[in-house]
T-cell receptor, first 111, second 114 residues
Framework: GQQVMQIPQYQHVQEGEDFTTYCNSS?????IQWYKQRPGGHPVFLIQ?????EVKKQKRLTFQFGEAKKNSSLHITATQTTDVGTYFC???????????FGRGTSLIVHP | NAGVTQTPKFQVLKTGQSMTLQCAQD?????MSWYRQDPGMGLRLIHY???????DQGEVPNGYNVSRSTTEDFPLRLLSAAPSQTSVYFC?????????????FGQGTRLTVV
């Protein structure tokens, strides 16, 4: 079945440093979604990417979808303590109703 | 508009007991799903439904049953609880549209089996 790998599992940064998490799929995706889960909370949708090579920005967050639609990344510029949490990618292929989640990257920001 | 409501928030079971985790959504979403979240394992799909009367297995279905008699409700049943089912359970719902697949999650149920 479809597999979605996400790295790194954990990332410690000093406040103000940049952060990137990467997502790779074993199959070509029709779309990819990104979610954020704060400690003790539930996943919250951030964005969906659909087009090959698509780049979307939300303030300090930049999301990219690879040309082959098999990988994606989330980059946070100048991290803040409010960015703390686990970031999940979720990829969906053409034949699936429900996306497959990566294992997530936990971001720890040190003030 | 409550979104996705899960009950209970916390539950302790003894090995062998059965229980039902409730999930309800008021957004008229066709798709609903159940996940379990364990440390370092991400969100693993247990069962999902693409509409009332239609359910299917996910990645880790053993020990769990579901039914979807209405669009709004998607309960998850633990048949005979085992310590390996200690986890945080999330219910999610989403639109049945390729252009909009945003999933809305409930607050989660933290289950401990002793």
């Amino acid at each position: 079945g479809q597999q979605v790998m996400q790295i790194p599992q954990y990332q410690h940064v000093q406040e103000g440093e940049d952060f990137t998490t990467y997502c790779n799929s074993s199959t070509t995706l029709s779309n990819i979604q990104w979610y954020k889960q704060r400690p003790g909370g539930h996943p919250v949708f951030l964005i969906q990417l659909v087009k090959s090579g698509e780049v979307k920005k939300q303030k300090r967050l930049t999301f990219q979808f690879g040309e082959a639609k098999k990988n994606s990344s989330l980059h946070i510029t100048a991290t803040q303590t409010t960015d703390v949490g686990t970031y999940f990618c979720a990829g969906q292929s053409g034949g699936s109703y429900i996306p497959t989640f990566g294992r997530g990257t936990s971001l720890i920001v040190h003030p | 508009n409550a979104g996705v409501t899960q009950t209970p928030k916390f539950q302790v079971l003894k090995t062998g007991q059965s229980m039902t985790l409730q999930c309800a959504q008021d957004m008229n979403h066709e798709y609903m799903s159940w996940y379990r979240q364990d440390p370092g394992m991400g969100l693993r799909l247990i069962h999902y439904s693409v509409g009332a009367g239609i359910t299917d297995q996910g990645e880790v279905p053993n020990g769990y049953n579901v039914s979807r008699s209405t669009t709004e409700d998607f309960p998850l049943r633990l048949l005979s609880a085992a310590p390996s089912q200690t986890s945080v359970y999330f219910c999610a719902s989403s639109y049945s549209s390729w252009s909009n697949t945003e999933a809305f999650f409930g607050q989660g149920t933290r289950l401990t089996v002793v």
